[in-house]
Every structure is written in C-alpha cells, then in structure tokens.
C-alpha cells in the first residue's frame, strides 16, 4: 500500500473504532412513507420528503412532458446557453411563490449557499454564522475569505453583540431557517431587525421550512410575515418539494449581483430542464392541494402531544424533524439499529453532523404517514423518550 493510502486505511480504521463510519442503505422503492430495504417493508422517518411529493403522479407526469419537449440535459451553464424557457419560468414562478421580487435557480442547496456567501462576501467582510448552521453555510462562509464569528446557537444577544463591535464593510447574518438536525426555528423577525440595525445581508437557508411552514406552506417568511429587502433567501427543491435543485431568492439587485458573481452559478451546468418543470408543478402542488400540508401537520400534531403525553424530556419541535438526543454514537447507532429490526427506519445522527456527545434519532414526519404509524413509532421509541 502507499504511504498515501496508508493513511486513509487508518483514517477509516479509527472511524470505525469510534462507531462513525457511515454506510449506504440502499433502497428499493421510491421515497414514500414506507420503503424497501434488504427485502423488507419498513415505515420510513427518515426522509426530508415531507410533503411525499417525490413520487407524487403529478410531478412524475410533469419530468416526462419536460423531457419530451426539452430532452434530459441542459447543455450549458445558464449564461453561455444553458438557460431555457422552462428555467427562466420557474424562477418567475418561485418569485411569486416566496412574495420576493425575483429568483435564481441554482444546480442544488449546497451550491447555492456556497455561491451566494462568496458572492456577497470578500476579505473585508464579516459573516455571523449560527452554531448549528447547515455544512453548506459554514463552507460558503470559509470560501468567501469573510471573517467569521460563530455565535451560539440563537443567541440574539450574542449576535448584537458581534454586529455591534464589527468594524467590517460587508456584514451577513447566515442561519438555518429551521435548523435541519434540531427541527427548531430561528427567529426570523429579530434577526431582520438586527440586519438592519447594522446594516447587514440576513441569509436564510430555509431547506426544511419551504412547503412546510407558513399557512400556505410557503415557508419560514410566511410563517412569520417577514419581509426584508436584507434578505436572502435560499430554498431546496430536493425535500418537501419532491425534486432537485434550489432557488435563490430576494432583492433585484442582489439577484442580478449572484448572476454576474456566484461562481457556482456561473461555472456549472444549468440544471436538467426536468428539474425546473418539476420544481413549477410542486410549487402548483402546494399552492393548489392543501392536502399534504394538512395531513402533515396532523402528523405533526400527534407527535408533539404523544411526546408531552409520555414526558419526554427533550425540546418539542414545530417541525416535521424531531431529534431525540441520545449522547453517544453507539447509543445512537443501537437504537436505529432496534428500530429497524421493529419495523422503523429512523436515522442515527453522529459527529460530524452534529456536535460530540449529542448524538440522535432524527425522526422525520411526511405527509404520507398515518396516525397510526406515530403512535406505533412513538410506543417502540418508548424507552428512549421516557425522563
Ligand atoms: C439539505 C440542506 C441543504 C442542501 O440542499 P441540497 O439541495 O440538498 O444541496 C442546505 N441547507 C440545509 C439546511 C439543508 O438541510
């Protein structure tokens, strides 16, 4: 062996002495609330397929009809000749949706937010990172050469506090809008006014809030009527939306700055012309059928109360994620491993998803789950929720 690969050898010994080596399930059915997995049916929370749109008829029917009329590539990046009618459509459409003056499709969440915190960032910048921000935020803040202050997780006053004493020219206040390992929700409308208080971009990465959260499922600015022209806002296709990709959203001008300056915008292939398609007819799906919503919130609904019913002793999200923080990885690892043999797949988080020590079951609810899945999952999960 080389020198080389001795040292992922050892590498991937020691990650497997500390229980944190990762492997892949490898599914044999689409997502769904049930799923196949080694020759067995299993009830699934283990998706961010929240409104189970990612099998859904309509957005299946809405990728053929894309492909017959556009074929499966986009051939360019979108400002050589990438960008099609399909392309420049779902932005217009996703604008509307968000209520924000315009949108840009990136090829997926992770690139978006690298783009745009290089983009808006440079070696005079500050950026203000949550705690407990998304990979994708903190790599986009390392790749924007921006000072970095990590502030705890919510902490409003910390927050000021560093706004206050930076003497930057550019300040950006980068968080999860719903924090994708805890479920909980960042507060948007104080971080708003923080932002223009010192007059700093708010970059909200609202993977897990876009579909689920606000009234009409239009996301965390619904949920809170919030509006800024500081905000940023960035939303995935690939989870409550059943697709692939992610949209960029906010002020004119700023959108017209990531067309010129997000190198992840500028220097990768347009998504497939599918995936646009897709991404206009979730939006359709979501504004037209409030069913999902309602059938999630219900699931939702069940959850928080079987918990309180039981005393857990964790925080009770509003979301569709529900952590149950068990501590060690291997503890983590033997009750998702038990699960599984009951029936459920419920993820084990470890290190370095989420911080040592803080290991967890990572409950994700859909809409396609019924009340008796909850309680069937709640009553195996007994001895890990219970004070
Ligand atoms: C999943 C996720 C992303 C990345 O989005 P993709 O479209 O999957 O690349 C970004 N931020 C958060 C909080 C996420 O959970």
New binding site residues.
């Given amino acids: 062996m080389s020198a080389a690969a001795e040292r992922l050898a050892l590498g991937l010994a020691d990650l497997d002495r500390r229980e944190l080596r990762r492997t892949r399930r490898v599914l044999d059915s689409p997502q769904g609330a049930r799923v196949r997995l080694d020759g067995r049916t299993l009830v699934n929370f283990s998706s961010?397929d929240y409104l189970g749109l990612a099998a859904d008829a309509r957005l299946r029917e809405a990728a053929i009809r894309a492909i017959d009329q556009y074929g499966t590539g986009a051939g360019a990046s979108a400002l050589v000749s990438g960008h099609l009618r399909v392309h420049h459509e779902a932005e217009e459409r996703f604008a509307e949706f968000a209520g924000l003056p315009r949108a840009l499709l990136f090829g997926?969440?992770?690139?978006a937010?690298l783009g745009i915190l290089a983009a808006l960032g440079d070696r005079d910048a500050h950026v203000f990172s949550d705690a407990l921000n998304?990979a994708?935020l903190i790599d986009g803040a390392r790749l924007s050469r921006a000072q970095v202050t990590v502030y705890p997780h919510r902490d409003l006053g910390a927050l000021a506090e560093a706004l206050a004493a930076s003497k930057a020219s550019v300040r950006i206040v980068a968080t999860?809008a719903v924090f994708?390992m805890d479920g909980d929700v960042a507060p948007v409308p104080q971080l708003v006014e923080l932002c223009e208080r010192y007059d700093a971009w708010l970059v909200l990465?609202d993977?897990?809030g876009i579909g689920v959260l606000g009234a009409t499922g239009r996301g965390t600015l619904e949920h809170f009527g919030a509006r800024s022209s500081r905000i940023v806002y960035m939303a995935?296709?690939?989870?409550a939306l059943g697709g692939y990709g992610?949209f960029v959203a906010g002020d004119s001008r700023l959108v017209e700055w990531l067309v010129q300056r997000a190198r992840t915008y500028i220097y990768s292939t347009a998504l497939p012309p599918m995936a646009a398609a897709v991404a206009m007819r979730a939006l359709e799906v979501v504004s037209e059928d409030p069913s999902p919503l309602r059938n999630l919130r219900a699931r939702i609904g069940e959850l928080r109360a079987a918990l309180e019913r039981i005393g857990f002793r964790g925080d009770i999200t509003p979301t569709a994620i529900q952590p149950v923080i068990l501590g060690t990885a291997p503890r983590a690892l033997e009750a998702s491993t038990r699960l599984a043999a009951q029936g459920f797949l419920v993820p084990a988080i470890r290190p370095p998803t989420v911080p040592d020590g803080t290991s967890r079951l990572r409950i994700s609810l859909c809409a396609a789950h019924d009340a008796s899945d909850i309680a069937a999952l709640v009553s195996a999960l007994a001895g890990d929720l219970a004070p």
């Fill in positions: 961010n997926n969440g992770y690139l937010n998304h994708c999860d994708s990465d993977a897990h995935t296709l690939g989870k992610a």
